[in-house]
């Protein structure tokens, strides 16, 4: 038995663990520093109306209230038990509560599925409790949760109330110290926390119920996510298609870009289609925001937050403008913006116009745009330099990269622009940049910004990657193709040879060079007859996935003679490199013109689903990983898009002369193997490598293909 075979029972109502109306500690303790003592402090801090049950056969009364010795004196239907105790008396104790109908349970013991067979045998018990009393277990092996609107802490960490009058976070992390780690950050910049989860093991509850259950949250705007394990991924998807419709933004932090990939049996794309690389692509595509860190993290979600008050609806797709106070800060703007992709487009011309008109003659008009030090002395600058670009409909975002330095310059830059944002009442984000951090900022000029919408960043870099974050998300297009998926009759399971992996590959319209499958020497000749020659011989065989590593590749007969030759060379290379290998045959194909080499392939994760990944083949692909996952449902012009941003995208087009590639072939050719992902499951890989691009017009054509199929 491993963690990943663990079966967790589908999750019943969450309200009577979130929204308990009744609590009892089990483990209950006066004890300062104990898990039960905290509990007990946590909910009288937060005013908790709800009954308080306290368990301890030892101890009738504790922190001046009377204490029950046992779970069989609970009254029955309990909504929640929070289990302050040992892990050995954990399984007992889950049983009694549900023989008390007890309506949850929060486990905090370790020791469960991380510690070994006998740790995943007493997980699988839990879950087999809840699954039949209909019991939310939150954890093994969690800090517990926090309920901030309705002030239920259910958990031993320190924890404040918090007053929730606006929009907030809802927070879920299967890790409770990066739970708590983050929950601290969003306090520190002023947000709101709805729902704080920490789901440790997930025996009978996990991440997807949580994000599921703060969807239909009221109060919560955006969900903060730090995943190592997603044990539900489709479900996990379909939930953020549902959050990106409702207008809840969704970011995850998710450990793993180091793990060495899943080995492939068969295909190059196997290999490089690592587990976070599908995993990032078919999040993002379902409208996750996905950070690399924690610092990332909380930025993204304060800008995401606090951009929602706007009437745009938040960060949008276009431009950002910049109002800077140095030259060098501009030069150095540009470099970062170009690296993140974040756009910095020039100005409507009426945009310029207003501009040199409310500035100094001195002051050149551009994107970013230098105010230098003139508003020390004419503070109504920022104002006059902000109107035309919240009107002009090419920016949908600002960034003010201002320097700090002491209280008193702060006091001279902060209070007109405070002055300019509250007179202007943007319709689009704002965002504070400081650009010298660690500056003496007085507390209340950022309170100020914020109350106002302006997300307050101590540094420029910080301010440009979230907002390069937003950004990009705001501008992913979530339409899919209308082309109905193909599902096709599959040879035997395992590695499917070349000749019968065209064969199903050849009717959806993948285009292969002529020829044909022979098993003799004559009906070889007759393909070569039928297609002219020169031709190829291809060894095949489904023990043979890899031919020319076997020397089963001879290439350019040109006549029957040649031929001849060429079969015998082809069954003597593979019997002297790869003996006991029968071959059931070879294809003869037309030898075509030469083209640029690409690859394209795709894998059908079992957890995640289909990615298709396309580059350009050999050295560019292999060594220097110039590929890309594509979701199997782009339509036409996406397909068409994500090809040019290849790092050598820049090839498809006219590049010294050569003439440009038919990027439209390549991309039929995509959408073909994503027709067929999409409606034939058990395909497990597709290798086409190489295809080759001729010129516009000219067509595409795949000239070998593998397959990997289940059963």
């Known amino acids: 038995m491993t963690l990943e075979t663990l079966a967790r029972p589908a999750v019943r109502s969450l309200d009577r663990l979130l929204r308990a109306r009744s609590v009892a500690i089990v483990g209950a303790s006066e004890k300062p520093g104990a898990l039960g003592n905290a509990v007990l402090r946590n909910l009288e801090r937060h005013g908790y109306a709800g009954a308080i049950h306290l368990i301890n056969p030892k101890r009738p009364v504790i922190a001046g209230r009377q204490a029950l010795g046992g779970i069989a004196e609970l009254p029955e239907g309990v909504d929640a038990a929070v289990l302050a105790i040992p892990g050995a008396a954990v399984l007992d104790t889950v049983r009694q509560l549900a023989a008390r109908g007890v309506g949850a349970a929060v486990i905090f013991s370790a020791g469960f599925a991380e510690g070994g067979e006998e740790g995943l045998a007493a997980q699988a018990e839990v879950a087999r409790i809840a699954a039949k009393h209909g019991m939310v277990i939150e954890g093994p092996n969690c800090l517990g949760m926090t309920n901030y609107v309705e002030g239920i802490p259910l958990t031993f960490v320190e924890t404040p109330p918090l007053v929730i009058d606006r929009p907030g976070v809802g927070i879920v992390s299967q890790s409770g110290a990066m739970a708590v780690v983050l929950g601290t950050t969003l306090m520190a910049k ?17 991440v997807e119920d949580y994000v599921d259950y703060l969807l239909d949250e009221p109060n919560t705007a955006a969900i903060g996510m ?15 298609e549902k959050a990106r419709a409702a207008g809840k933004r969704i970011v995850l932090l998710h450990p793993g870009t180091s793990s060495a990939a899943r080995e492939s049996a068969a295909t190059h794309t196997g290999a490089m289609a690592g587990d976070w690389q599908v995993m990032k692509t078919l999040v993002e595509r379902a409208g996750v925001i996905l950070v690399e860190g924690l610092e990332e993290l909380g930025d993204v979600l304060d800008l995401a937050i606090r951009s929602g008050h706007v009437t745009t609806g938040g960060i949008g797709a276009g431009g950002t403008a910049v109002l800077t106070e140095s030259g060098a800060f501009k030069a150095l703007t540009l470099d970062l913006c ?28 551009s994107n970013p745009m230098d105010l230098t030090a003139q508003s020390l002395v004419d503070p109504d600058l920022y104002r006059r330099a902000l109107m035309p670009l919240l009107a002009d409909t090419t920016i949908a975002s600002i960034v003010l990269g201002i320097i700090q330095t002491d209280a008193h310059t702060c006091r001279l830059k902060f209070e007109p622009i405070i002055a300019a944002i509250r007179a202007l009442t943007p319709a689009k984000p704002v965002i504070f940049a400081g650009l010298d951090d660690g500056a003496p900022v007085q507390p209340e000029y950022v309170a100020a910004l914020r109350d106002l919408g302006v997300t307050y960043f101590p540094s420029p870099d910080r301010a440009f990657r979230a907002l390069a974050r937003l950004t990009a998300a705001a501008a992913r297009d979530p339409a899919a193709t209308t082309d109905a998926p193909v599902t096709a009759t599959l040879p035997h399971g395992g590695v499917i040879p070349e000749y019968r992996a065209k064969a199903v590959l050849a009717p959806i319209g993948i285009p292969f060079p002529m020829g044909g499958f022979a098993a003799t020497i004559d009906e070889a000749k007759a393909v070569a007859a039928s297609v002219g020659y020169p031709v190829v011989l291809k060894a095949q065989a489904q023990a043979l996935s890899h031919k020319s590593d076997a020397g ?17 060379r082809l069954f003597a290379n593979v019997a002297r490199h790869a003996p006991g290998v029968l071959l059931d045959g070879a294809l003869v194909e037309a030898m075509g013109a030469r083209g640029t080499e690409l690859i394209v392939g795709a894998r059908n994760d079992p957890e995640w689903g289909p990615v298709i990944l396309v580059g350009f083949g050999g050295v560019q692909a292999e060594v220097l990983q110039d590929v890309r996952l594509l979701p199997p449902d782009l339509t036409h012009d996406a397909i068409v898009a994500e090809l040019r941003k290849l790092k050598s995208g820049v090839l498809l087009d006219r590049w010294r002369g050569a003439p440009a590639l038919d990027v439209d072939a390549v991309a039929d050719i995509i959408a073909g193997v994503g027709r067929l992902l999409r409606g034939t499951p058990a395909i497990r890989e597709i290798d086409l490598n190489p295809v ?20």
């Not at 002023?190 to 996990?206: F, K, P, Y």
Request: hydrophobic share 55%; charged share 20%; proline share 5%.
């Open 338 to 365: 170009e690296k993140l992709g974040l756009a910095l487009p020039l100005m409507e011309a009426e945009t310029r116009a207003a501009l040199k008109a409310a500035v100094p003659d001195f002051i050149p008009v």
């Open 552 to 568: 089963g590749v001879i290439l350019n007969l040109g006549d029957e003679a040649a031929l001849a030759e060429g079969w015998a």
């Open 226 to 240: 730090i995943v190592e394990q997603f044990r539900k991924p489709r479900r996990f998807l379909a939930l953020a």
């Open 190 to 206: 002023g947000l709101g926390i709805t729902i704080s989860v920490s789901t440790g093991n997930e025996a009978a509850s996990g």
């Open 692 to 711: 080759v691009a001729y010129p516009k017009g000219q067509g595409a054509v795949a000239l070998d293909a593998l397959m990997l199929v289940e059963g």
